[in-house]
């Protein structure tokens, strides 16, 4: 049995467990929480980075991260489902997942500036640089809501607009009425949007 080393409020570790559930590989994978901040936990032994999510095989390997792990998950499932086939569709679902996994990355660099450092060190500039990476993608995600199946890049949107509203009390909503309709169709045709909401 695969072991995933997660933590429930990673959007990047919400991300595996979706496309595990959606490729039928729930039941091959053991779900276990990891400390990216404690320097005893085993995960600084499969993972030298110490990140979620890390994906640990049946024989002791490790893989990460989330691009790769889902890749794989993908493969083992028969490939061609998540990360899709054909060529025009499987990069634009990868540029959509890379667009997701930004804001992702973006709102995480954001919330280590509020959550670590007292309001005297926090840096305005570092932030409003990351919120602009936010705001365009929005704008950008706005303007062209994902369209057709599900894929990896869906679910990737997905749990970065999940990220917001669990980070940032969903102020993202107000301004991207179609996105917000969008993603509201998403966790209703994808139940293991709401089974993996931290």
Sequence with gaps: MMILRYSPASPYARKIRIAAELLGLSDRIRIEPASTADPDDTLRAQNPLGKIPTLILADGSALYD??????????????????????????????????GDGVNDAA?????????????LRDPEAVALQQG???????????????GPPDIGHIAVACALGYLD?????????????LVAWLDDFAAKIPAYEATRA
């Design 133 to 147: 990476k936010i705001d365009r993608a929005l704008a950008s995600l706005e303007a062209a809501p994902p369209a």
């Design 108 to 120: 995480l660099l954001i919330r280590y500036e509020i959550a670590t450092r007292s309001a005297a």
């Design 66 to 99: 989330s691009r790769v792990i889902a890749d794989y998950l993908d493969f083992l499932a028969g490939g061609g489902q998540l990360t899709l086939a054909d060529p025009e569709k499987r990069f634009a679902a990868q540029r959509l997942q890379a667009l």
């Design 166 to 178: 669990l980070r940032f009390e969903g102020t993202w909503r107000s301004a991207h009425p179609r």
